[in-house]
């Protein structure tokens, strides 16, 4: 299996393609990542060096990769955070080069525009192109639980209302979706949801909640779904598959006391987990 990630990269950490690339290729698939950005470390340390590209930078490299005669053998292309909209521009014309050359090919797009407490933090006209552009042309996304909100234009808080969101970002486009960070009035306060839905049907994943505060494990997680659904064809076992893999990646980290998640050190977590969750069909 070979896929195309294009999105972020830091030097030192785990964020964006420092932390998608190396779960994939640890499952195996043999990753081609372009950077969007390529900063010395994450913006959450409040300081960091570095260089945002544009959208002619990333169309060079897939032309480069074009040139090698290997477009045709891509399997999928993910995309996680995005700059800029020629950026996004850029990214969906590589979709739509597989595409034209391995119609089975899925692209996977992390619509990175926010979180809860911290509302929106792209740059203005992202959230607008996620929803009008990129969520249409996507098979599978990965948005958490405000990004759904936000897709959806509903308020989710509930489980019932979760689904509305999910079946109605759907109609957009993408067949399936993995909803993470979720909690709702039926979530127990120890515990944080998962929820995937997939051709009118819904699976919830309940993990125990942790307590610790690390950038970098939703890439991880969408590089892992889309893996998974990738070979799978399911919505519901890439969301067990990639749910354990990612509580494992967390709980060795909040046992560390890392500020960075251990993508390294826990590596086993991606093909063997230490936990395993049951989706429940919901």
């Known amino acids: 299996m070979n896929v195309l990630s294009i999105q972020s990269h830091v030097a030192y950490g785990h964020v964006g393609n420092a932390s998608a690339v190396f779960p994939m290729q640890r499952l195996g698939v043999e990753v081609w990542p372009i950077h969007t950005v390529q900063f010395s470390n ?53 979709v739509a080069r597989v595409r034209a050359l391995n119609p089975r090919a899925l692209y996977c797009c992390d619509p990175v525009i926010g979180d809860v407490g911290r509302g929106v933090f792209v740059r203005p006209g992202i959230p607008e192109f ?7 042309a996507a098979d599978i996304i990965t948005p958490n639980q405000f990004e759904l909100n936000y897709l959806s234009g509903l308020t989710t808080e509930t489980l019932s209302d979760v689904k509305q969101a999910v079946a109605t970002v759907q109609e957009l486009g993408p067949r ?73 990646l967390l709980k060795r980290t909040e046992e560390a006391g890392s500020r960075e998640i251990l993508t390294i050190a826990a590596q086993d977590e991606f093909v063997s987990p230490t936990h395993r969750f049951t989706a429940e069909e919901v």
């Not at 490299?61 to 045709?72: F, N, T, Y």
């Not at 891509?74 to 800029?84: E, F, H, I, Q």
């Not at 996620?130 to 249409?136: L, S």
């Not at 659904?229 to 919505?235: C, G, K, L, T």
């Open 42 to 94: 994450h913006t959450g340390y409040g300081s960091w060096k570095g260089r945002v590209f544009d959208g002619p930078a990333i169309e060079e490299l897939v032309e480069g990769i074009a040139e090698r005669g290997v477009l045709e053998k891509c399997d999928g292309v993910l995309s996680g955070y995005m700059g800029s909209a020629d950026i996004g521009n850029a990214i969906l014309s590589a």
């Open 130 to 136: 996620m929803r009008e552009k990129a969520i249409p």
């Open 176 to 248: 399936a979706v993995l909803v993470t960070s979720v909690e709702t009035r039926e979530t127990p306060s120890d515990a944080i949801d998962l929820v995937a839905g997939e051709g009118g049907h819904f699976w919830r994943v309940r993990t125990p909640r942790l307590s610790l505060s690390v950038n970098g494990a939703g890439d991880a997680i969408a590089a892992l779904f889309f893996v998974h659904y990738a070979r799978s064809r399911s919505a519901a076992t890439a969301l067990a598959e990639a749910s354990a893999s990612v509580y494992g």
